[in-house]
T-cell receptor, first 118, second 116 residues
Framework: AQTVTQSQPEMSVQEAETVTLSCTYD???????LFWYKQPPSRQMILVIR??????QNATENRFSVNFQKAAKSFSLKISDSQLGDTAMYFC???????????????FGKGTHLIIQP | EAGVTQFPSHSVIEKGQTVTLRCDPI?????LYWYRRVMGKEIKFLLH????????ESGMPNNRFLAERTGGTYSTLKVQPAELEDSGVYFC??????????????FGPGTRLLVL
């Protein structure tokens, strides 16, 4: 079974600062995906960024980037030039992928509540 | 294109009553997932449908929970009888065909269930 750990229950930074959210995971699988989801106060959870485990290059989506360290089983999210709209719960998630293209449900961490201060 | 929708958004029931939650996935998505977040805990996987078939229901807490997906379209999750520990937020998510290699799950807004 997989586990995902987010060690920062809450973080607060000033607008325009850079913030890094940590995530570690434990698995014996070699083929998997990692995700960061964001849930703003309005409740709809949306995908921020996705990383395939077989790719060495870190994924980037505009101001969001990850630091994927497969050997260390670490998957941190960096938000550059943070904005007020980035205030949300951020969830790190793991998904095992099968060779035939299938996948399991997601395993989530407990989440990090990120607050961007004006 | 409409996203994943869930109904109701909130439900307050008494212990012992029955509640049915509904999820409408994104059109064309074969995969449908149910998750639950109990207060202060992680979001937990409940089960996974591929079209109308249950692919994995290993996360279902007990036999008071029954999920169906009629005709491979919308899905319902019924809790009967509800207990206090069933309170939480129930999320539904959908994704395209696994073989297409697109594994991203798109989530609905969730149903907040409170059992008194």
């Amino acid at each position: 079974a997989q586990t995902v750990t987010q060690s920062q229950p809450e973080m607060s930074v000033q607008e325009a600062e850079t913030v890094t959210l940590s995530c570690t995971y434990d698995t014996s699988e070699s083929n998997y995906y990692l995700f960061w989801y964001k849930q703003p106060p309005s409740r709809q959870m949306i995908l921020v960024i996705r990383q395939e485990a077989y790719k060495q290059q870190n994924a980037t989506e505009n101001r969001f980037s990850v630091n994927f360290q497969k050997a260390a089983k670490s998957f941190s999210l960096k938000i550059s030039d943070s904005q007020l709209g980035d205030t949300a719960m951020y969830f790190c998630a793991f998904m095992k992928r099968y060779s035939g293209g299938g996948a399991d449900g997601l395993t989530f961490g407990k989440g990090t509540h990120l607050i961007i201060q004006p | 294109e409409a996203g994943v929708t869930q109904f109701p958004s909130h439900s307050v029931i008494e212990k012992g009553q029955t509640v049915t939650l509904r999820c409408d996935p994104i059109s064309g998505h074969d995969n449908l997932y149910w998750y639950r977040r109990v207060m202060g805990k992680e979001i937990k996987f409940l089960l996974h449908f591929v079209k109308e078939s249950k692919q994995d229901e290993s996360g279902m807490p007990n036999n008071r929970f029954l999920a169906e997906r009629t005709g491979g379209t919308y899905s319902t999750l019924k809790v009967q009888p509800a207990e206090l520990e069933d309170s939480g937020v129930y999320f539904c998510a959908s994704s395209q065909d696994r073989k297409a290699g697109v594994e991203t799950q798109y989530f609905g807004p969730g149903t907040r269930l409170l059992v008194l």
